[in-house]
């Protein structure tokens, strides 16, 4: 069964980093545009990046400077490195994959949600 599987999160302290990943099972993620959102309680999903499956990346300029991705296509993996992490920053984390995508709409698959609080 093809699915993104997701792992990482938890409880950071203001100021602190954490580190998601989201590993493709099933399918080649080299060939995804890998997007990675956020959902805060009360807010709409917020989308944090976009890599395309030619590995150009955009930000949204909440995450801008304090978010970076890494694509590792051997591992079948993409990582986002959060720095600098606030209390704005809680939410729950997904990642998702669009087929031959340059941008990140058309979802072809979900991660199933990572839990960041950012908390003293």
């Known amino acids: 069964q093809a699915q993104l599987v997701q792992s990482g999160g938890g409880l950071v302290q203001p100021g602190g980093s954490l580190r998601l990943s989201c590993t493709a099972s099933?399918?080649?993620?080299?060939?995804?545009?890998i997007g990675w959102f956020r959902e805060a309680p009360g807010k709409e999903r917020e989308r944090l990046s976009c890599?395309?499956?030619?590995?150009?990346?955009t930000y949204a300029d909440s995450v801008k400077g304090r978010f970076s991705i890494v694509r590792d296509n051997a591992k079948e993996t993409v990582y986002l490195q959060m720095n600098s992490l606030n209390s704005e920053d809680t939410a729950v984390y997904f990642c998702?994959?669009?087929?031959?995508?340059?941008?990140?709409?058309?979802?072809?698959?979900w991660g199933q949600g990572n839990q960041v609080t950012v908390s003293a």
């Open positions: 890599t395309s499956y030619t590995d150009d990346t």
């Open positions: 998702s994959a669009t087929f031959l995508g340059n941008v990140c709409n058309l979802i072809d698959y």
């Open positions: 099933g399918f080649s993620l080299g060939d995804y545009a």
